[in-house]
């Protein structure tokens, strides 16, 4: 369906690509990935009308951007009654070494100006790259559009000789940022189990390993040390839920 009509040229091409995909997933009831590749999609295809000087092609292409262009407005209504509903769910699959999944690839889609308070329960935030993970979703949640005012976190306090470094480590985080007007909430718990992020405007985050999905580096001076969307990433399973009533944890 993607391809006729269309030329060889580059933009032509790429438009065939992305429209076939989101074809396929479409067909898979994968509606929100299907959703971001017709989008894709159709700016590929206007781009093409752009360049073309035939009537009849010019035709052809607009009846086919009309065309996706109804069926991603069906899709986005249905999501968003997803939303409304709280029946919303998307799963991300992190495969082992995988690359370009940074706290900002991740969560950028959930975080806008409606966001003021969050809750974070993973039971890990003790070891040092533990507490750096922590920290480095603070600054995200700082840097992004969204205007946060506290953050609640709940975690397990460590049992061996370490657990006064990691109580003065989350004390120093929680110092830096109410120099940035975000209070941060400490509870501690030794029964929780489950990783989970929940953000104010409805969305609900679930990671298999929570906060800590990243590989070590391999050295200091490798890609990914810094930048952490090159930064390999352990196996695992991100759950996203849509839902109006979002309880605290």
């Not at 989008?39 to 360049?51: A, C, F």
């Not at 979703?137 to 840097?143: A, D, H």
């Given at each position: 369906?993607?391809?006729?009509?269309?030329?060889?040229?580059?933009?032509?091409?790429?438009?065939?690509?992305?429209?076939?995909?989101?074809?396929?997933?479409?067909?898979?009831?994968?509606?929100?990935?299907?959703?971001?590749?017709?989008?894709?999609?159709?700016?590929?295809?206007?781009?093409?009308?752009?360049?073309?000087?035939?009537?009849?092609?010019?035709?052809?292409?607009?009846?086919?951007?009309?065309?996706?262009?109804?069926?991603?407005?069906?899709?986005?209504?249905?999501?968003?009654?997803?939303?409304?509903?709280?029946?919303?769910?998307?799963?991300?699959?992190?495969?082992?070494?995988?690359?370009?999944?940074?706290?900002?690839?991740?969560?950028?889609?959930?975080?806008?100006?409606?966001?003021?308070?969050?809750?974070?329960?993973?039971?890990?935030?003790?070891?040092?790259?533990?507490?750096?993970?922590?920290?480095?979703?603070?600054?995200?949640?700082?840097?992004?559009?969204?205007?946060?005012?506290?953050?609640?976190?709940?975690?397990?306090?460590?049992?061996?000789?370490?657990?006064?470094?990691?109580?003065?480590?989350?004390?120093?985080?929680k110092e830096s940022l109410s120099n940035h007007g975000?209070?941060?909430?400490?509870?501690?718990?030794?029964?929780?189990?489950?990783?989970?992020?929940?953000?104010?405007?409805?969305?609900?985050?679930?990671?298999?390993?929570?906060?800590?999905?990243?590989?070590?580096?391999?050295?200091?001076?490798?890609?990914?040390?810094?930048?952490?969307?090159?930064?390999?990433?352990?196996?695992?399973?991100?759950?996203?839920?849509?839902?109006?009533?979002?309880?605290?944890?």
């Amino acid at each position: 369906m993607a391809q006729s009509g269309l030329g060889q040229d580059p933009e032509s091409t790429a438009a065939i690509t992305v429209l076939k995909r989101a074809v396929e997933l479409d067909s898979e009831y994968r509606y929100s990935q299907a959703l971001v590749c017709y989008q894709e999609g159709i700016d590929l295809l206007l781009q093409v009308l752009k360049g073309t000087k035939d009537y009849t092609k010019k035709c052809n292409l607009r009846q086919k951007i009309s065309n996706y262009m109804d069926r991603a407005e069906n899709i986005k209504k249905y999501l968003d009654q997803e939303k409304e509903d709280g029946k919303y769910h998307k799963q991300i699959k992190i495969e082992e070494n995988a690359t370009g999944f940074s706290y900002e690839s991740l969560f950028q889609e959930y975080l806008n100006e409606t966001v003021t308070e969050v809750w974070i329960e993973d039971p890990y935030i003790r070891n040092t790259h533990q507490l750096y993970n922590f920290l480095r979703f603070c600054e995200m949640l700082i840097k992004r559009p969204c205007k946060v005012k506290t953050i609640h976190l709940l975690t397990c306090l460590d049992k061996s000789s370490k657990k006064e470094y990691q109580i003065s480590s989350l004390e120093e985080i929680k110092e830096s940022l109410s120099n940035h007007g975000v209070l941060l909430e400490l509870e501690y718990s030794s029964s929780i189990h489950d990783r989970e992020i929940r953000f104010n405007n409805g969305w609900m985050i679930k990671i298999g390993r929570g906060l800590d999905y990243f590989k070590k580096p391999q050295g200091n001076f490798y890609l990914g040390y810094c930048d952490f969307d090159l930064r390999p990433c352990h196996e695992t399973t991100v759950d996203i839920f849509h839902n109006k009533h979002t309880k605290k944890i």
